[in-house]
């Protein structure tokens, strides 16, 4: 069998999605990104030590959150879904607008999980994050940088991002393992 190195075979395999015509996200420009960050998700979320603590209910609330684009969080949520529980929590998966969620304010110990970019309204998500101790991840390009706790790294292979001024202002714990795999934004 033909092996092509990571970054090469990567693009070649991304290309031949788009080509195919895959129904999925494989049209738009953050696709990949998108793909792998719901993918992740599940690892990041699982290594959240203040999760172990009970808050007296077994669900765990995660937003996808968009700014306009209702129908790509919607092609993400079957991929979420499927995952069903984790640390013993039954995921309960809601899509909202960001204006729905800074309105409604997400339960303490939620996850957040960006499908768009945000642009100037990121900051508002990142300050209700680090006060409502929710853990926001996205899989854009330098919004780790900007305050999002947690994030990935693609070089030759996917690494988990960190912000760690974040997650320290968000009181969130996670495992001292995934610590040590995470490339760490100071």
């Known amino acids: 069998m033909l092996r092509l190195p990571g970054k090469i075979g990567l693009m070649a ?8 015509g895959l129904p999925s996200l494989a049209q738009d420009a953050a696709s990949p990104r998108l793909q792998i960050g719901i993918n992740l998700l599940p690892a990041i979320i699982a290594a959240n030590q203040s999760l172990a603590v009970s808050d007296g209910t077994n669900n765990l609330p995660i937003y996808l959150v968009y700014r306009e684009n ?15 529980e984790i640390r013993k929590r039954k995921l309960e998966i809601t899509i909202l607008s960001l204006d729905e969620l800074l309105s409604q304010g997400p339960a303490p110990l939620s996850v957040v999980f960006i499908t768009e970019p945000l642009d100037q309204r990121l900051p508002e998500l990142v300050e209700l994050a680090e006060q409502q101790r929710i853990l926001l991840f996205s899989p854009f390009k330098g919004d780790v940088e900007l305050g999002v706790t ?12 960190v912000n760690m001024a974040s997650l320290k202002q968000s009181k969130i714990k ?7 795999i995470a490339v760490k934004h100071e």
């Not at 209702?70 to 069903?84: C, S, W, Y």
């Open 150 to 161: 947690t994030g990935f790294q693609v070089t030759d292979k996917v690494l988990p991002l």
């Open 174 to 180: 996670l495992k001292a393992f995934f610590l040590r």
């Open 70 to 84: 209702r129908h790509l969080a919607k092609q993400l949520e079957p991929g979420l879904r499927q995952v069903g």
């Open 13 to 20: 395999l991304l290309c031949l999605a788009s080509f195919v």
